[in-house]
């Protein structure tokens, strides 16, 4: 038996896996998607059997979309045959923004520089007194201090009338406390630096958070609230650590003077307030009595 | 705008961790609303909208004064709250019967909306046949040209996409493709009012037969939904702000590789630099007469050598000399 007729019998068993369309397919098999620009048939669309036509024009494009997934590079797993898929192809939006770097501390700033690289520290670390292991920091660990010392040899430098037992813990609450200030600066530092770079949302407004910028603000404020009262906060309450004002001065007029320098001040002052750059006094008053009119 | 949280606890600290961005996105969350009055239609829908997407989707029962076309400050809110960036909102107006609202946020705004009504639509209750299990990456097929032309039918694709991709994956396993989500634009009136087509939406899941061969023979069943869409309202992002939703990290870039290439047929090219070559260093015919001398060295030669060498005595060179 010949067996091309052989192989004609076999394939007649099966319906076709093959579709034939004037405009092939475009697919995005990264996401599964195939994209298929031929023209439909309108009369079907718009007749009772619509539902039909979809399913088999539907049919036709899965069958391609799968045909080119099957011809994917494979991997036989435990739970089945799995097709390695390329990148997504069609451009989708991102949910959130593009994370931005974080901001150095002053450490890594440094460090970079110094090109100082991290290193991994064993979390145990081995005690010869004690002769057993002990954590590198936290509880029980190695750098409590000598917090747990019964006795603190008095040197002959040390002031022998000292506690040294509170000095050591005064020592310790500075460092933390200096620490503590260290992260607080590493913090406001990161913010500035951070509202610096625009988000796109615009309600998230820039605002300057660092600490000098925000002091030299305040400062501006309080010496503008001094303004306010006429010996220019010479008898107000004074804050906690508030800088002397300077430069701010208040001078008195006596209250006999020169008749003709207050006559002069008093038209400048008017000439400010009704403006129009008037010479004489005649062409001031011209200006009080058109003011006068135009009310 | 909700207040920003300091977290208290290390877990909370966790969770919010999880809700920054990251270069590799997780899957969207997809919240399913309803606006202050809807009808059977509309409840159904949204309801089988979300059995496709789950389980990345948050449904809310309760009716809720929103209006995302006028307002979008509650979807905001919403999206924060819920971590999620995808909605479908469904309302009944005696304006609009039969909404659906599609909006898509980026960076906890809105960016684009498409609105459409359902013109007619079948649930997935309707459908007496096998279903696909939850969670799994749907085929999507989309058909007609409307799809690469039309603009609003592009971002409805686009949306569409977004919608029910599920999870990003590098591979698939072959038996778990299940289910197809067909998308067919029908054709508009001539004027190209995107409000005259339709837009069919259907959901088939996928039986492999036979086929005497690896690739197998592919036969479709209506699992449901269906819908006839309808567009209706639409808006769309500012080019600028859609660049920077689509931006694309400079990690998840293919880093390009020097001087290989892919050519047309699809064979991989290399190309290969070798510098200057040093023709100083060439080696060529060994002669006699090309040796070098110095000059004493030629004032001392005989005349009848040079006259030896001029005949070409030694043109073929002793093979015992290093070549």
């Known amino acids: ?295 | 705008m909700l207040k920003t949280i300091k977290p208290k606890t290390a877990r909370s600290a966790r969770a919010l961790k999880k809700r920054e961005p990251k270069i590799q996105e997780n899957q969207k969350t997809a919240i399913f609303l309803r606006g202050h009055k809807t009808n059977n239609i509309i409840n159904t829908a949204l309801s089988d909208l979300c059995a496709l997407k789950k389980p990345d989707a948050i449904t809310f029962s309760k009716k809720n004064e929103i209006l995302p076309f006028e307002d979008d400050t509650s979807l905001e809110f919403f999206s924060q709250k819920n971590d999620a960036s995808l909605f479908v909102i469904g309302n009944h107006t005696k304006k609009r019967p039969q909404n659906l609202i599609f909006v898509r946020m980026f960076d906890g705004q809105v960016l684009d909306m498409i609105e459409v009504g359902v013109v007619n639509a079948k649930s997935i209750a309707d459908f007496k046949t096998p279903k696909c299990a939850v969670g799994m990456k749907p085929c999507f097929i989309f058909n007609g040209d409307l799809f690469e032309t039309s603009e609003i039918h592009k971002k409805f694709k686009n949306m569409l996409l977004d919608l029910f991709r599920g999870q990003t994956v590098k591979s698939i396993n072959l038996s778990g493709i299940e289910h197809v989500i067909s998308v067919t634009a029908g054709s508009q009136k001539d004027g190209g009012d995107p409000s005259t087509g339709i837009v069919y939406f259907r959901a088939y899941s996928i039986q492999m037969k036979k086929s005497g061969q690896r690739i197998p023979r592919v036969e479709l069943e209506e699992m449901g939904p269906s819908f006839d869409f309808r567009f209706r309202r639409t808006k769309f992002a500012k080019e600028d702000v859609y660049r920077a939703a689509t931006r694309v990290p400079k990690e998840l870039k293919p880093k390009k590789i020097k001087n290989i290439d892919v050519n047309e047929i699809g064979d991989r090219v290399g190309r290969i630099h070798l510098g200057k070559q040093d023709l100083s260093q060439l080696q060529t015919r060994k002669m006699k007469g090309l040796k070098k001398r110095t000059i004493n060295e030629i004032d001392a030669m005989d005349i009848d050598e040079i006259d030896k060498e001029d005949e070409g005595e030694e043109i073929f060179p002793n093979k015992k000399q290093k070549v």
């Open chain 1, 1 to 295: 038996m010949d067996v091309s007729a052989q192989l004609e019998t076999q394939s007649s068993k099966y319906k076709p896996i093959t579709v034939e369309k004037p405009i092939s397919l475009e697919f995005d098999l990264g996401l599964l998607a195939g994209y298929d620009t031929n023209t439909l048939d309108d009369q079907k669309l718009k007749s009772k059997n619509i539902d039909e036509y979809l399913k088999e024009y539907t049919r036709d494009g899965a069958q391609l979309l799968i045909n080119e997934l099957f011809k994917l590079p494979v991997s036989v797993e435990d739970a089945g045959v799995f097709a390695q898929l390329p990148d997504v192809t069609t451009v989708l939006p991102r949910e959130k923004p593009i994370p931005k770097a974080k901001p150095l501390t002053r450490w890594e700033k440094f460090a970079k520089v110094k090109g100082i690289q991290k290193r991994k520290k064993d979390k145990l670390i081995y005690d010869d007194e004690k002769g057993e292991w002990v954590p590198r920091w936290g509880y029980k660990g190695s750098n409590d201090d000598g917090a747990n010392d019964w006795l603190i040899p008095v040197s002959n430098n040390d002031d022998p009338y000292e506690d040294l037992f509170a000095k050591r813990r005064e020592g310790k609450k500075q460092r933390i406390e200096k620490n503590n200030s260290r992260h607080q600066r590493n913090l406001e530092e990161a913010a500035t630096q951070q509202n610096k770079n625009t988000t796109t949302n615009p309600r998230i407004v820039a605002t300057p958070n660092q600490r000098s910028v925000r002091k030299a603000e305040l400062n501006k404020q309080v010496a503008i609230s001094k303004l306010a009262t006429a010996s220019i906060g010479k008898f107000d309450k004074p804050l906690e650590g508030e800088p002397k004002m300077k430069g701010v001065k208040r001078k008195f007029e006596p209250t006999i003077a020169d008749f003709k320098k207050e006559k002069e001040s008093n038209l400048s002052i008017l000439k400010r307030v009704v403006g129009q750059g008037s010479k004489s006094d005649g062409g001031i008053l011209n200006a009080i009595a058109n003011t006068k009119n135009n009310k």
